[in-house]
């Protein structure tokens, strides 16, 4: 027989650097017993996120909360003041509401383009001063044109949410990207539910005759600066929470950009990790793993059984070559086993042994593609425009539901509402909020360790369907308000409709910017979260026009049984 024979075919495996399985695996018998060595790149417990980079994204998220759904709290009441006529009281508050998304729609792109040119600092710096300034002037318009112009502006010069997810991929690895993503859906649920709260107690506040006695000469009948502009304090609160994320930027933000800084590549943890491994295995020293520019990184490593002696018979050194990827997303590995068989003129009797040789390719190119990612957009990978594509239709969804319920909880019971007065409507979207942040920072990493980003995105939108299913219903128990038994059961549907909504955002939001996060290349990642953001931002443009004129159909068409379905049919 010959000394050396292939003992099993060779076999590959494939591994998504975001999950948790090893990025390496090889059977190494010892002793006539199999031994399995693995080197993960999952999810290390004891990994520390950066501190500084959470705190800045998490609060600069809670700002963004704040300009998008801030106005919505008083927005009609300025189109009142401002002098639109009743009919049209309606049109101008959906554009009022529009006119932020519309404009970042047009120019996220730009701005991750920005971001990969010439780094995410400066392009997070911009944003944060340019939205406080527009905020500002937003509070002093004196016409509906004026004020439009002034909230498109702060969409136009704002690109901050998708350089925001650019910076926490650069900063984080596969170990703890998914808990450090997660900070994004806490602050949002935190914005989403101080954000109406605190605005609306602003606006207006020499309504109030205990706050126009607090504030003085600020609410002076004749010279009172919040009697001739009312709606300033709540964007001057915008203004210095913008301010603010401002000085956090310069503080707490180095540039995440540049490839020289090596501490922010996860490829560096991951060499040494490896090397480490496969010393403590072999007991065998490897060579200094140098690293090595290439679009194909490739891993090989040879281990023996019985250590240097069957090494030396399968005429293979134990050797091992790292390369230092940009990005990388899926590794493909191939392992061969070998049987190796002393000849008689043996000094010592070895009756069998075996090797195993593995070889791991860190993929930047689709399998089967033939075309790397370098040379061809990632606009044309399909992957990565399904991901934008579905990112956008969950935030038409989203900011549905969010534009309506307001009008739906508040509307006549007769015309398909809940018949809810504002304190009441405000528990139920407080509920929201403390729901979303509880989701968040208990049930949501456990939820992506166990189903993954991707099955989480699944799971959102199948609850997302129960919610438009439950939603209706709670309005058509709200009929038999006579009977405490159905008014009751009214309220738990409509509790339970909610927790389903806030499973179903808390889910799928954040699984779906880690997804987009991870199909793009490092230096592609600026642009690519700028398209997701002007993808978002476009749903978002849209979305309360047609839930608004949606909803205004359905309550015409009163003589259909669940027309208020419709508004939420759409939403899904």
Not at 29 to 34: D, F, L, R
Not at 364 to 381: A, F, V
Request: charged residues 15%.
């Amino acid at each position: 027989r010959s000394p050396l024979s292939r003992r099993t075919p060779t076999k590959t495996h494939d591994m998504s650097a975001d999950e948790k399985k090893p990025l390496l695996q090889s059977a190494i018998p010892a002793n006539g017993s199999a031994r399995e060595t693995s080197i993960h790149t999952a999810q290390d417990e004891g990994e520390e996120l950066p501190v500084g980079i959470i705190i800045m994204c998490g609060f600069l998220q809670v700002v963004e909360a704040f300009n998008i759904f801030g106005v919505f709290a008083y927005a009609v009441f300025m189109v009142r003041s401002l002098g639109a006529s009743e009919r049209s009281v309606g049109f101008f508050t959906g554009l009022f509401g529009s006119a932020w998304p519309l404009a970042q729609a047009l120019t996220a792109w730009y701005w991750g383009l920005l971001a990969d040119r010439h780094g995410r600092r400066p392009a997070l710096l911009i944003g944060a001063a340019a939205t406080a300034f527009f905020s500002l002037c937003f509070g002093f318009s004196r016409s509906i044109g004026q004020a439009l112009l002034l909230r498109a502006l702060g969409g136009v010069f704002n690109g901050n949410s998708g350089v925001l997810k650019t910076v926490m991929a650069d900063s984080t690895t596969p170990r703890n990207q998914a808990r450090a993503f997660s900070v994004f859906g806490v602050c949002y649920s935190v914005g989403l539910m101080l954000a109406p709260s605190f605005c609306s107690l602003l606006a207006r506040p020499c309504t109030s005759p205990s706050a126009a006695a607090l504030l003085g000469d600020l609410c002076d009948v004749q010279h009172g600066l919040f009697v001739a502009y009312p709606f300033l304090p709540p964007c001057l609160l915008q203004a210095s929470l913008s301010l603010a994320g401002f000085c956090l930027v310069v503080f707490l933000l180095e540039e995440t950009r540049w490839e020289a800084e090596e501490t922010n590549q996860p490829w560096l943890a991951d060499k040494a990790s490896i090397r480490s491994r496969f010393t403590g295995e072999l007991g065998l020293s490897l060579p200094v793993l140098e690293d090595q520019e290439s679009d194909e990184e490739e891993a090989a490593f040879g281990s023996a059984t019985f250590s240097r002696q069957i090494s030396s018979a399968l005429r293979e050194e134990v050797r091992a070559l790292l390369t230092t990827p940009v990005s990388y997303r899926s590794v493909d590995c191939n392992f061969e086993s070998w049987d190796a068989f002393s000849g008689p003129t043996s000094m010592r009797t070895v009756s069998v042994g075996s090797a195993s040789l593995g070889s791991c390719k860190l993929m930047n190119i689709d399998r089967g593609s033939g075309s790397s990612e370098t040379e061809r957009s990632p606009l044309e990978n399909p992957t990565v425009c399904l991901t934008i594509l579905t990112y956008m239709c969950m935030c038409f969804g989203q900011v549905v539901v969010d534009e309506v319920f307001p009008i739906y909880a508040s509307a006549r019971v007769v015309d398909g509402g809940l018949g809810l007065d504002s304190h009441q409507i405000g528990i139920v979207l407080l509920w929201i909020g403390v729901m979303l942040f509880g989701f968040q920072i208990w049930v949501w990493p456990k939820a992506v360790a166990q189903y993954g980003a991707v099955g989480c995105v699944r799971i959102g939108s199948v609850v997302f369907l129960v919610t438009t299913v439950v939603y209706p219903l709670a309005s058509v128990l709200r009929g038999f308000e006579d009977n405490a038994f159905f008014l009751a059961v009214s309220w738990a549907t409509l509790l339970f409709g909610t927790t389903c909504r806030t499973i179903a955002q808390g889910s799928s939001f954040t699984a779906i910017i880690l997804c987009i996060a991870n199909s793009a290349r490092r230096s592609e990642r600026g642009r690519i979260n700028g398209l997701a953001q002007a993808a978002a931002a476009s749903g978002r443009c849209i979305g309360p026009t047609i839930g608004g004129l949606l909803w205004s159909f359905s309550v015409t068409v009163d003589f259909i049984p669940l027309h208020q379905c419709l508004v939420f049919a759409l939403a899904f």
